[in-house]
């Protein structure tokens, strides 16, 4: 359920770390030592939070099999880090369906462009055009849990039905209330007031790459620990990929680089052709009726 709890005052990523306090009077050594004692707290406040990034992880499987995406939207830092995590997802997993909606883009990719994350009525139009659908997740990404675009995007998510998620660093932000899961890694103010590149990026990341991976392999997009649905379309990759299926089948070298070719440069279809002893038709075939690339290969070796 959505909490309607909702706290006033200072964020806490705008406040002072008393830890840095006449930062710019140290030796460049103690400034890197008072930094990385502070990036020490974002892994155990993310610990805290696996309750509610393990729900958003079933919403988000939820989503997909049910046709639906899994979509970031956010503004600044935030919202590149979504676009960040959305674009590795297809090299990585073979999947398009995991969006990432930055406030400017294509622009503010590289470039800030202040005033976006100001406009409220921005986030409906840009949610519009990638056609967001109660069929999907919206993942709000914003480290103040204040930014008015990102709120409006999760209420324009909230009267379409999709469910939404909320990853903010500050407890008791209005973006908690906007979501069916609030996932807040409270990891206290950064080494330079307001500036959450730092600690509340770190912490973003980390929690956006849990959601998608986790995702991904409750999917079947994971077989063990390997990537079965990833790319092949470069060197280092079909290298990856040629070390996958020998690992996966237990084949040499030669026969995997050999199946790989064989199935097009498609991973998935070159595992089935081994492990099955099947054709390229077949194998695709075989993916077109059930996408678990993970299951397929269990039931494969256990034939």
């Known amino acids: 359920m959505r909490s309607k709890r909702v706290k006033t005052g200072t964020p806490i990523t705008e406040r002072g770390n008393p830890s840095s306090v006449a930062l710019d009077t140290k030796p460049v050594t103690e400034i890197l030592r008072i930094i990385n004692r502070e990036d020490h707290r974002v892994a155990p406040a993310v610990k ?74 921005r986030a ?17 990404v914003a480290a103040s849990g204040r930014t008015p675009y990102t709120l409006a995007g999760l209420r324009y998510a909230h009267r379409l ?8 660093c500050n407890p008791g932000a209005p973006i908690n209330a906007l979501a069916d899961v609030a996932i807040v890694p409270a990891v206290g103010p950064e080494v330079i007031a307001g500036s959450t590149r730092m600690k509340a990026g770190t912490a973003q990341k980390l929690v956006l790459n849990m959601i998608s991976t986790a995702t991904m392999a409750r999917t079947g997009r994971v077989f063990s620990h390997w990537m079965v649905g ?4 470069m060197s280092k990759l079909r290298t990856r990929g040629i070390g996958i299926v020998m690992n996966v089948a237990g084949v040499s070298r030669p026969r995997a680089a050999r199946a790989l070719r064989e199935a097009g440069g498609k991973l998935q279809v070159a595992l089935l052709m ?30």
């Open 230 to 233: 990833a790319g092949t379309s």
């Open 124 to 140: 409906a139009r840009d949610l519009k055009k990638i056609k967001l659908t109660r069929r999907d997740v919206l993942v709000g």
């Open 161 to 168: 039905g999709a469910a939404t998620v909320a990853v903010t």
């Open 274 to 303: 081994l492990l099955l002893g099947i054709s390229r038709t077949d194998a695709e075939k075989r993916l077109r009726s059930n996408p678990n690339i993970a299951a397929l290969i269990r039931e494969a070796q256990h034939r």
């Open 48 to 121: 805290k939070a696996i309750p509610q990034i393990a729900r958003a992880v079933d919403l988000a499987v939820a989503a997909l099999e049910r046709g639906g995406r899994l979509i970031y939207l956010g503004a600044g830092t935030s919202g590149r880090l979504g676009v960040l995590d959305a674009a590795e997802c297809l090299p990585t997993f073979g999947t398009d369906r995991v969006i990432g909606v930055l406030a400017g883009a294509p622009r503010a990719m590289f470039k800030s462009v202040e005033g976006t994350e100001d406009e409220p009525a």
